[in-house]
């Protein structure tokens, strides 16, 4: 297949969070990202009323925004609703609805990491698997922060682990 159009770089990822402060916290020492900007609220009002409602829908009235910046450039915005409030958390992942369902970070020291989530509230949710031949080198595992998103780990990049497969392989190959 060819492509015609240059790839697009992924800007910033949403994050939902139930507590701004403590997300900022966590995701700066846990993961290294640098807040560069906020937190700061956004309240349905004039003169910014029509803009905010019309991205968010009118239920939303007032949210807090925090933007912090990865490693990758990419950046991470989270966002604490704040009326109407955070919906309680579900502990199912919601891989069955349309739009993301998880965040994926690289990191080569794969247990360090899975240690610094579950020592700072967060949940280390599957074992780590092997993700790829040769076993071993290419390593995965699932994890939650502690505001609920999911959190997947790769020991390698996306292009290392996922470009040697060519649509041929079996469900377990």
């Not at 989530?117 to 939650?144: E, F, H, K, L, N």
């Amino acid at each position: 297949m060819t492509f015609t159009t240059c790839p697009r770089p992924l800007n910033h990822i949403g994050i939902s969070v139930p507590d701004i402060d403590r997300a900022i916290a966590w995701y700066g020492e846990v993961l290294g990202y640098r807040l560069f900007s906020g937190p700061f609220d956004l309240v349905a009002s004039p003169p910014a009323l029509a803009q905010f409602q019309d991205a968010l829908g009118e239920r939303c009235q007032h949210v807090r925004i925090a933007h912090l910046s990865t490693g990758g450039g990419v950046g991470i915005e989270l966002f604490q609703p704040v009326l109407p409030a955070t919906q309680p958390e579900t502990t199912d992942i919601r891989f069955d609805q349309p739009g993301p369902f998880h965040i994926c970070v690289t990191d080569p020291d794969i247990e360090g990491l899975i240690g610094r989530i579950v020592a700072t509230g967060g949940t280390q949710m599957s074992r780590i698997w092997d993700d790829r031949p040769p076993s071993g080198i290419y390593r995965m595992v699932y994890c939650r922060d502690p505001f609920g998103t999911v959190i997947e780990i790769h020991t390698h990049s996306c292009e290392i682990v996922q470009g040697w497969r060519n649509g041929k392989q079996e469900a377990g190959q």
